[in-house]
Nanobody
Framework: QVQLAESGGGLVQAGGSLRLSCAAS????????MGWFRQAPGKEREFVAAIRWNDANTYYGDFVKGRFTISRDNAKTTVDLQMNSLKPEDTAVYYCAAGPYDGSWSTQHWGPGTQVTVSS
């Protein structure tokens, strides 16, 4: 059973940085992609970033605009999201997701989420 555990959320001032980490366990991930979604109060969940496990190709939501960087650590089976130049509108619960990637991404597994709050 694949399990995902996020860490690294918190409160930061606008313009600051946070690093989120997602630890995956309980499966093999060679054909997986892992990444992040977020959901702000009253809004739909939106795609933030993803990385393919086998070749480290990365994908980002349009709003990221170079502020966030996703990376993976094969040895630890973790995926990190470095978030810089944070804005109040980045405030949301951030969810780690994982699943097979075969031309499209099937997000089969989700973490419980970690709160990110950016104050103005």
């Amino acid at each position: 059973q694949v399990q995902l555990a996020e860490s690294g959320g918190g409160l930061v001032q606008a313009g600051g940085s946070l690093r989120l980490s997602c630890a995956a366990s309980g499966g093999t991930f060679s054909n997986y992609a892992m990444g992040w979604f977020r959901q702000a109060p009253g809004k739909e969940r939106e795609f933030v970033a993803a990385i393919r496990w086998n070749d480290a190709n990365t994908y980002y939501g349009d709003f990221v605009k170079g502020r966030f960087t996703i990376s993976r650590d094969n040895a630890k089976t973790t995926v990190d999201l470095q978030m810089n130049s944070l804005k109040p509108e980045d405030t949301a619960v951030y969810y780690c997701a994982a699943g097979p990637y075969d031309g499209s991404w099937s997000t089969q597994h989700w973490g419980p989420g970690t709160q990110v709050t950016v104050s103005s």
